[in-house]
């Protein structure tokens, strides 16, 4: 028996978590851990990069159910996964990327039975499925092999001629920090938005409300202001570009 961790953008005023959590509960004795019901509707990209954080710090068996999926009912497929011995469930729209990006990593397209309503495979599909592999089962009971390409939402970075690698801000969390898809040495410096900004070591390192570039807890460069919000100070939103220099 397994914990199975919930991660959505239902809210938890409506009571949709509260169906699934009920599906769970019902096929047997779970552990259920609330990650995060309180991301932006429909945003994959920010469950993505939320899900990478936390994936493989639980331990091996844990189920990770994950339901941001705005394409419910069309045609995106539903997903059972394993990977570095864990398990997550959800849909093929991206938001599995940290786990399928891995070596070894397994996938299997769940059936959608006839019951299931076309708005809400979490308690239908995701949540019953989940349930089944904290009680023991193998993906491979779940469904058939996923064939097709899965869908990967993972921005690389890109290096210049010039040596410098282009990057772009991929989340901006509730801080204001802009998380990019740059990974960087200490001693090296950061361009965004006309400033030139050497990577700090941490948020103390620099004096309060001046804007400052570090390395992350995820191993990302991130751009911050000292006790404010770099997006709102600078500008940054999704996609804004950054360029690393190692010097």
Same mark, same amino acid.
């Given at each position: ?8 953008? !239902? ?7 509260? $169906? ?42 844990? +189920? ?19 990977? $570095?011995?864990?398990?997550? +469930? ?62 990967? /939402?993972?921005?690389?970075?890109? /290096? ?14 509730? !801080? ?8 960087? /040495? ?51 939103? /999704? ?9």
């Amino acid at each position: 028996m397994s914990i199975v961790t919930l991660l959505t953008d !239902f809210g938890t005023a409506d009571g949709y978590v509260g $169906e699934m959590k009920g599906v769970l509960a019902t096929a047997g004795a779970v552990e259920q851990v609330d990650i995060a019901h309180d991301l932006l509707p429909h945003d994959i990209d920010g469950a993505r990069l939320a899900l990478a954080r936390y994936w493989r710090r639980f331990p091996p068996g844990t +189920v990770h159910l994950v339901v941001i999926d705005p394409g419910v009912g069309g045609s995106r497929a539903a997903l059972a996964v394993e990977s $570095e011995g864990r398990f997550l +469930v959800g849909p093929d729209n991206g938001v599995l990327s940290p786990a399928l990006l891995h070596a070894g990593a397994r996938a299997v397209v769940l059936p959608i039975g006839a019951s299931a309503s076309p708005t809400f495979h979490g308690r239908d599909v995701f949540a019953p499925a989940a349930a089944q592999l904290a009680l023991g089962a193998t993906v491979d009971s779940l469904g058939s092999p996923h064939l097709a390409p899965i869908v990967r /939402r993972t921005p690389e970075a890109e /290096r210049r001629g010039d040596g410098a690698v282009r990057g772009v801000v991929i989340t901006i969390d509730r !801080f204001g920090n802009a998380v990019t898809n740059l990974m960087a /040495r200490r001693g090296g410096t950061i361009e965004v938005a006309g400033l030139r900004l050497p990577l700090r070591r941490t948020y103390g390192d620099a004096d309060p409300e001046a804007p400052l570039a570090l390395i992350g807890s995820s191993g990302l460069v991130e751009i911050a202001v000292r006790d404010g919000s770099a997006a709102a100070r600078l500008g940054l939103r /999704r996609g804004s570009e950054v360029v690393l220099r190692n010097e």
